[in-house]
């Protein structure tokens, strides 16, 4: 990631940040579309003053943003029957990296979701 280096010494609010980022995402199981917007306006707010935010808000969202066309399509397959396997499996593989993403951060590792189109780069 541009900026950002596993190298760098990062100081604890970067960390503190990168953790309430990763973490933002669970307002999407609240609010409709919280899962994108609460780390959009995190990473919006601090992308130009923290390289590690910076880095790891665009995982982040590079991560939802694939989740929501994953469900999407998950969706239209309910029709089917299978999509509703697939929605649980991708609610459950949310909640378990993003917790493992939360980890990594208050440690000031960057961790790379699974599964993820880069959109942001």
């Avoid at 900026?3 to 990168?18: T, V, W």
């Avoid at 390289?51 to 998950?74: D, E, H, R, W």
């Avoid at 509703?84 to 949310?94: E, N, Q, S, T, V």
């Avoid at 909640?95 to 979701?113: C, D, M, N, P």
Wanted: hydrophobic share 50%; glycine share 10%.
């Amino acid at each position: 990631m541009e900026g950002y280096s596993e190298h760098s010494s990062l100081n604890q609010d970067e960390k503190n940040i990168a953790m309430i980022l990763h973490g933002a995402s669970f307002a999407g199981y609240m609010i409709p579309m919280g899962n994108i917007l609460g780390p959009l306006i995190v990473w919006l707010m601090k992308r130009d003053e923290m390289p590690f935010v910076n880095a790891c808000g665009k995982n982040c969202l590079n991560f939802k943003i694939s989740l929501l066309i994953y469900a999407l399509i998950s969706g239209v397959l309910a029709f089917i029957g299978i999509g509703f396997l697939l929605l649980a499996a991708i609610g459950l593989l949310d909640i378990v990296v993003t917790i493992i993403a939360i980890v990594k951060a208050s440690e000031g590792k960057l961790y790379q979701y699974p599964l993820t189109i880069k959109f942001l780069k």
